[in-house]
């Protein structure tokens, strides 16, 4: 069974930093793209970042490029996304997504989501 | 940059057909799928790849796109299909969502 368990949420103050952490099981990490989307309390889905399979390609939406990073270690079958220079607007519940395909793009797997909160 | 709109709400009478509709610039030309999202639930994908069914997903969903237009249709509503419904396609790098559709079941 496929599984993702996001970790690493709570409250942080505008301009700090949270890493979130994603443990996948029931498949091969290693051969897969994974997706970071996010959702704020009440609104839509919003794409955040991939990386590919084997950790050598990432994308960001505009609207966190350079302050996220996301990255993955296969050999502990885990995605990071570290969040600096946090702000208001990224208050959401963060989710850990699997890339159900290396050509088309497709989310075939979720976790549960994290939610993380930026306030003073 | 590219932009996915879906109708914010849709309305249905149980047993019939509900269509949620999702406009893009040439969206037939590239793949779209569709996710389920209950409340306090995370989403759940019934359609990818424009038609195709993961396993799992009953039947009475199916998806269809061309042109500028995909459509996700619901046959046979029932009770338990009321929830918000998203499409989503991947254009130059970048992954693009439909602002959500609510569908209520009446």
């Known amino acids: 069974e496929v599984q993702l368990v996001e970790s690493g949420g709570g409250l942080v103050q505008p301009g700090g930093s949270v890493r979130l952490s994603c443990a996948a099981s029931?498949?091969?990490?290693?051969?897969?793209?994974m997706h970071w989307v996010r959702q704020t309390p009440g609104k839509g889905l919003v794409w955040v970042s991939r990386?590919?399979?084997?950790?050598?390609?990432?994308s960001y939406a505009d609207s966190v490029r350079g302050r996220f990073s996301i990255s993955r270690d296969n050999a502990k079958n885990t995605l990071y996304l570290q969040m600096n220079s946090l702000r208001a607007e990224d208050t959401a519940v963060y989710y850990c997504?699997?890339?159900?395909?290396?050509?088309?793009?497709?989310?075939?797997?979720w976790g549960q989501g994290a939610l993380v909160t930026v306030s003073s | 940059s590219y932009e996915l709109t879906q109708p914010p709400s849709v309305s249905v009478s149980p047993g019939q057909t509900a269509s949620i509709t999702c406009s893009g610039d040439?969206?037939?030309?590239?793949?779209a799928s569709w996710y389920q999202q209950k409340p306090g639930q995370s989403p759940v994908m019934v359609i990818y790849?424009?038609?195709k069914r993961p396993s799992g997903i009953p039947e009475r969903f199916s998806g269809s796109n061309s042109g500028n237009t995909a459509t996700l249709t619901i046959s046979g509503t029932q009770a338990v299909d009321e929830a918000d419904y998203y499409c989503?396609?991947?254009?130059?790098?970048?992954?693009?969502f439909g602002g959500g559709t609510k569908l209520t079941v009446l």
């Open positions: 990386i590919k399979s084997d950790g050598s390609s990432t």
């Open positions: 029931g498949f091969t990490f290693s051969a897969y793209w």
């Open positions: 040439k969206l037939g030309d590239i793949y």
């Open positions: 997504v699997r890339d159900g395909s290396a050509t088309v793009t497709f989310f075939d797997y």
């Open positions: 790849e424009d038609t």
């Open positions: 989503q396609a991947w254009d130059s790098s970048t992954v693009v």
